[in-house]
């Protein structure tokens, strides 16, 4: 594919949202050693991607401008690098691209440690969600709440916040597969839809009871996957079981200060920020689960690379339910 060229999606400066965003031809990468490079069936957005255009992650990213957004991604392997072994083209393949972007194109290279084999019988949006909010999902129920997803453990009560949400839907499922009971919090209108996803109890976060995040049956909560934004720790605090703890997935300096602050007086009760570490072992986890039918991705919508402004502009408005997807 060397001097093809492809269509891509970018931006050249911090900021400007949806209208930031250019449609531009530019060269199809090439692999390096270690790396696949993909033809593109599906791209999912993530507000990683945004918030990164928006400048909350500078200086560290982007790395360079012009810069292609978006990391979830799952495709057709076209080439492989020389050090490639577990890939050939003609696979189908989901994947993390690197914090670092590349996904708004027809085609894009991905590490092989970061890619795992799509089965023939799941989709390619099926599996698009997995890399950051799945694997999200998955680092806070297991490794951060302590759940196995066998169900071996002993049954802990679980609230996931924003349960409508790209990560928060999937926290649900995979706290629910560890025999958690679990207590989720979404907007009226997604309550159904997280009861079927197997919540045992919704709060809708607008009413008195879903702010105070009361649980309906009076349980106290042994972790709390907080995906949400803006609950203060006084808010969590009553409703946590003795040893309870906040896995907070978007923390910001008041919940780093609480943090130190709850490790300096050896409190019991905890919150822990979490940082995705992206693993692909995890990954196939999650992929497998798919296939089992165990797992499933809701889809909020789908739009084609020439209207990626539209889908730019729907994660940025915060009310997805499931993931947005593109289709190059
Ligand atoms: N730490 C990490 O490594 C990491 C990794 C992944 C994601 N994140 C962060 O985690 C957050 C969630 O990500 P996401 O992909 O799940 O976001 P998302 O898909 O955009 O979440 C949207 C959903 O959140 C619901 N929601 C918003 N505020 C709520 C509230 N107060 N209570 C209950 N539900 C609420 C919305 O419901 P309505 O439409 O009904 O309002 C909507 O369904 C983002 O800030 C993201 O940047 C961090």
Known sequence: MAGKLMNAVQYTAYGGGPDGLQHVEVPVPTPSKDEVLLRLEAVSLNPFDWKVQKGMLRPFLPRKFPHIPASDVAGEVIEVGPGVKNFKPGDKVVAFTSRNGGGLADFAVTKESLTVARPPEVSAADVVGLPIAGLTAHQAVTQSAGINLDGSGKEANILVTAASGGVGHYAVQLAKRGNAHVTATCGARN???????????????????????????????????????????????????????????????????????????????????????????????????VKEGKLKTVIDSKYPLDKAAEAWAKSIDGHATGKIIVEP
């Open 191 to 289: 309550i159904e839809l997280v009861k079927s996803l197997g919540a045992d109890e919704v709060l809708d976060y607008k009413t008195t009871d879903g702010a105070a995040l009361n649980s309906p049956s009076g349980r106290k909560y042994d972790a709390v996957i907080h995906c949400a934004n803006g609950i203060p720790w006084s808010t969590f605090e009553p409703n946590l079981s003795p040893n309870g703890k906040v896995i907070d997935i978007t923390p910001g300096p008041t919940s780093l200060v609480t943090f130190a602050l709850k490790k300096l007086t050896f409190s019991k009760k905890q919150l822990v920020p979490l940082v995705l570490i992206p693993k692909g072992e995890n990954l196939q986890c999650l992929v497998n689960l």
